[in-house]
């Protein structure tokens, strides 16, 4: 008889890890209070503009969403100053990626993934067949002329994370447009904003005034972040309209849900939520700044939402013990360094509780 077989592409897929959830930490330990600084959520939550939407919209899920995002695009287009047919809206900035390399990528060809980075890249890339080559970090920034040295003749996709999960760190516009430059017009970038809305640094790139100029550019970003709805999953990819016909082309018809596009129209125009969540962000940032230089950890200052942390230990024993006492921190042994850690920024009372329970432990 003959053996139902899987795809060998799959087969070298690693499942993603996600942050541990503080529902399943309680039950495992017994403690209730346990806090998450794991996965890059917004403390402050959701607008609630989003929370009215959600609740105005509940008695309409007996029918099937727009499928074609009119009125979220639509209020995308106004607020970036671009066309609607520039925006494909995704079940969040991962479905995205995934579509990215299923419309363009074809067994054999090259993805070029900084490393570390976003897992999904490498997961999207193996889906489809791609072989990925990997270009270390150069002291946990991207190193753009290690990643064009890398082009040939089968490079398909090259993914750019800015700011770079997990090491918070950025490429400037200079050295964007330097390395756009010596891209073949072949080759598809991505860039991955994810953490756009939280940059300060003044020369980072704004990456919308390439759009015209670049065919080959795409750029992610996403509601899961300061806008606080990754509970939803919405995301959304900018780039040419042909990129954008293409990569649409393998969308499914009703791929976000019809609370997730309410909730993110109305987190849009909740201006003063998105400020307020900044500006945590940035007393949170400061004062752990303070905290770790007084612990002694090495830490990489961040344009995003957490910080890449040294500990000179190992990271999952900290990661146990930390969590024991009611604090869950992501480990840096997924990305491939085992004595980091990866903190999230919390609200001021989460950011003390951290370290006292960092103090704690180490």
């Not at 939407?53 to 287009?77: Q, T, V, W």
């Not at 390399?101 to 791609?130: H, Q, R, T, W």
């Not at 007084?294 to 942390?309: K, M, R, S």
Request: charged content about 30%; hydrophobic content about 40%; overall charge negative.
């Amino acid at each position: 008889m003959r053996e139902l077989k899987c795809r060998k592409e799959i087969l070298d897929i690693k499942p993603y890890v996600p942050g541990k959830p503080i529902e399943e930490a309680e039950r495992e330990l017994g403690i209730k209070g346990i806090i998450k600084l794991a996965s890059n959520e917004n403390p402050l939550g959701p607008s609630p503009k989003a929370l009215k939407a959600l609740k105005e919209n509940l008695h309409k899920i007996f029918m099937y969403p727009d499928g074609s995002c009119y009125y979220l695009k639509r209020d995308l287009a106004e607020k970036l100053g671009i066309e609607e047919e520039n925006i494909l809206i995704g079940n969040g900035a991962d479905e995205t990626i995934k579509l990215a390399a299923e419309a363009y990528l074809n067994p054999g060809e090259e993805v070029i993934i900084p490393s570390p980075s976003f897992s999904e890249y490498e997961f999207a890339a193996k889906l489809m067949g791609g072989k990925c080559v990997f270009s270390p970090l150069k002291d946990f920034r991207l190193d753009l002329d290690d990643m064009a040295e890398k082009i040939n003749d089968k490079t398909k996709i090259i993914y750019l994370c800015n700011p770079n999960n997990p090491t918070g760190t950025i490429f400037h516009r200079d050295e964007l447009e330097t390395f756009l430059n010596k891209v073949h017009p072949g080759v598809l970038v991505i860039v991955d904003e994810a953490y756009y809305e939280y940059v300060v640094h003044e020369s980072y790139p704004q990456t919308l005034d390439f759009i015209s100029q670049y065919p080959n550019l795409l750029i992610l970003r996403t509601f899961s972040k300061i806008y606080g709805l990754a509970g939803v999953r919405v995301g959304y990819a900018l780039g040419s309209g042909d990129l954008i016909d293409d990569i649409n082309r393998v969308r499914e018809p009703f791929n976000v849900n019809m609370l997730a596009q309410a909730a993110a129209k109305a987190a849009l125009k909740d201006k003063d939520h998105v400020i307020k969540s900044k500006e945590i962000n940035e007393e949170g940032k400061k004062f752990l700044y303070r905290q770790l230089d007084e612990i002694g950890l090495a830490y990489w200052p961040t344009e995003a939402n957490f910080i890449w942390v040294d500990l000179k230990r190992n990271c999952r024993d900290v990661f146990e013990k930390m969590m024991s006492k009611g604090v869950i921190i992501r480990t840096g042994d997924i990305f491939g360094h085992d004595s980091f850690i990866r903190i999230t920024i919390g609200d001021q009372e989460q950011n003390e509780k951290l370290v006292r329970v960092l103090k704690e432990v180490l």
